[in-house]
T-cell receptor, first 109, second 112 residues
Framework: GEDVEQSLFLSVREGDSSVINCTYT??????LYWYKQEPGAGLQLLTY?????DMKQDQRLTVLLNKKDKHLSLRIADTQTGDSAIYFC?????????FGKGTTLSVSS | NAGVTQTPKFQVLKTGQSMTLQCAQD?????MYWYRQDPGMGLRLIYY???????DKGEVPNGYNVSRLNKREFSLRLESAAPSQTSVYFC???????????FGPGTRLLVL
């Protein structure tokens, strides 16, 4: 079955760029997603990328997709303390989404 | 629109007790899902419903049952709660070609 891997923790200083990485095993998903979870809340869709795209930019967010290496990344420019959260990558696996275990981003001022 | 709502927000049960977690969405979505989230495990799919009247097992269905009462509501039942079911439970629904999932705020369940 599909396997989605993420590093568990990332710590950055305010104003720096953050890069969260994700690797996956099955490349048949049409869309690939990034979700954000703030403490005590549900998951919120941040952005998604269509599988035939290499890059998508949305304000401070840049998503890069390398289908050959089955690698997805999320770059957050000018990271702020409000960006501290857990970030999940997800792909469509059958009829439901398969989520990575999440990367906890800690931003220090 | 309220989006996806879940009740209760918090619950403490004793081992062997039963309870039903409620989920409702007002976005006219066809597909609905129940996940559990445990530390270091990410989200794991318990059950899903692709449309009204259908339900299917996900990755971790044991100890749970579901009912898709109508298009809006999808409930999750624990018949005999066990400490291993201590978790945060999220309901989600899906719309569109991109299959964006919208999540509820979660139910935090503690089984003693």
């Amino acid at each position: 079955g599909e396997d989605v891997e993420q590093s568990l923790f990332l710590s950055v200083r305010e104003g720096d760029s953050s890069v969260i990485n994700c690797t996956y095993t099955d490349s048949s998903s049409t869309y690939l997603y990034w979700y954000k979870q703030e403490p005590g809340a549900g998951l919120q869709l941040l952005t998604y990328i269509f599988s035939n795209m290499d890059m998508k930019q949305d304000q401070r967010l840049t998503v890069l997709l390398n289908k050959k290496d089955k690698h997805l990344s999320l770059r957050i420019a000018d990271t702020q303390t409000g960006d501290s959260a857990i970030y999940f990558c997800a792909l469509k696996g059958g009829t439901a989404l398969i989520f990575g275990k999440g990367t906890t981003l800690s931003v220090s001022s | 629109n309220a989006g996806v709502t879940q009740t209760p927000k918090f619950q403490v049960l004793k081992t062997g007790q039963s309870m039903t977690l409620q989920c409702a969405q007002d976005m006219n979505h066809n597909s609905m899902y129940w996940y559990r989230q445990d530390p270091g495990m990410g989200l794991r799919l318990i059950y899903y419903s692709a449309s009204e009247g259908t339900t299917d097992k996900g990755e971790v269905p044991n100890g749970y049952n579901v009912s898709r009462l109508n298009k809006r509501e999808f409930s999750l039942r624990l018949e005999s709660a066990a400490p291993s079911q201590t978790s945060v439970y999220f309901c989600a629904s899906t719309i569109g070609q991109q299959e964006t999932q919208y999540f509820g705020p979660g139910t935090r369940l503690l089984v003693l």
